[in-house]
């Protein structure tokens, strides 16, 4: 399954964007959902993931407390609210789904986990 990511763009330092994802297929409900991000020349790294439990999301220390993930479960979708960017938040933003409901909290990071990933949507920050 295809996810679709959008919502990104060009934008200065300390602005905010809120990037959403549409997850269609009947596992939304009872599947994590997470964002990556890659840069140029970096490898994908783990932002952040809203469990369908419901319990706390986890987030990357890089991004704690300026983005903020949450999910719409009557719409598919995911969300990443992000504020007071940064020129290092620079990336191509991917949207991810988990491939099982039971992801144990030490494995939220690992790419891995997940079977159903967006094309990506571009975010640049201008210092």
């Known amino acids: 399954v295809q996810l679709q990511a959008c919502g ?18 009947p596992t939304f409900s009872r599947r994590d959902m997470a964002w990556f991000r890659q840069a140029p020349g970096k490898e994908r790294e783990f932002v952040a993931v ?9 987030y990357a220390n890089s991004v704690k407390g300026r983005f903020t993930i949450s999910r719409d479960n009557a719409k598919n979708t995911a969300y990443l609210q992000m504020d007071n960017l940064k020129f290092e938040d620079t990336a191509v933003y991917y949207c991810a789904k988990s491939r099982t409901s039971s992801v144990i909290l030490s494995s ?12 990506g949507t571009q975010v640049t920050v201008s210092s």
């Open 8 to 25: 990104g763009g060009l934008l200065q330092a300390g602005g905010s964007l809120r990037l959403s994802c549409a997850a269609p297929g």
């Open 50 to 58: 809203v469990r369908w439990r419901g319990a706390v999301p986890v």
């Open 108 to 119: 939220l990071g690992g790419p891995d986990q997940y079977d159903a990933w967006g094309h």
